[in-house]
């Protein structure tokens, strides 16, 4: 438990720091989506749930992490809890499943809903100038570009499934390549966890 327990107890303490020197201003960003990956992360470390570390993993590797990067490229600024909550997760994540053969089922569709969830929730909650999850597109600089509205949203939820869907096929190919004696299955889980299915020959 040692090892498992002190991963846990060090993403959430990350998700702690940040979320403590945020000023009640800012608290509104805790409905992006990252932090609710982080929790579930940190909460499938502490009770030795593969599901939810395995939801959260695949969520940063397919969604949280790429659209962090992004948004540090566009910004040119970084601040270090920012850092740890997108870093810490992952990398104490993958840390976890090393150990298995493959995705458990249904993680895709759980790494989704940590984006669908509460990009519905800051819509109708959020400051539609702060942009949580991009929810408020019609307030982003140039709504010109990508016309605002539910086609956008429509399209936006979809290739967000097609990413976790990807990230999940990805992980699986190394899980795999890493226990060439085992074929598709996670120890005690059952099949892969994608939608889209994939056959690795070696």
Not at 2 to 28: E, I
Not at 80 to 104: D, E, K, M, Q
């Amino acid at each position: 438990m040692g090892t498992r327990f002190t991963l846990g107890v060090a993403v959430l303490a990350s998700l702690a720091a940040d979320v403590a020197l945020k000023s009640p201003a800012n608290r509104g960003e805790l409905m992006w989506a990252c932090y609710w990956a982080s929790s579930t992360v940190g909460l499938g470390l502490l009770i030795n749930w593969p599901i939810l570390v395995s939801s959260g993993v695949v969520f940063f590797a397919g969604l949280g992490l790429p659209a962090w990067a992004v948004s540090v490229f566009m910004d040119r600024h970084v601040e270090i809890t920012s850092v740890l909550i997108h870093v810490v997760p992952l990398i104490a994540g993958l840390r976890y499943i090393s150990r298995t053969s493959a995705i458990p089922n249904y993680c895709a569709t759980l790494a989704w809903l940590l984006f669908a969830v509460p990009f519905g929730l800051s819509w109708k909650l959020c400051d539609p100038k702060a942009m949580i999850n991009l929810s408020h597109w019609d307030r982003w600089p140039v709504p010109e570009v990508i016309p605002p509205g539910w086609p956008f949203y429509g399209a936006l939820g979809v290739a967000a499934f097609l990413m976790v869907n990807f990230a999940v096929l990805g992980l699986n190919y190394v899980l795999q390549r890493r226990a060439p004696g085992i074929s598709g299955q996670n120890v005690g889980q059952g099949s892969q966890g994608s939608v889209i299915s994939v056959t690795v020959s070696r």
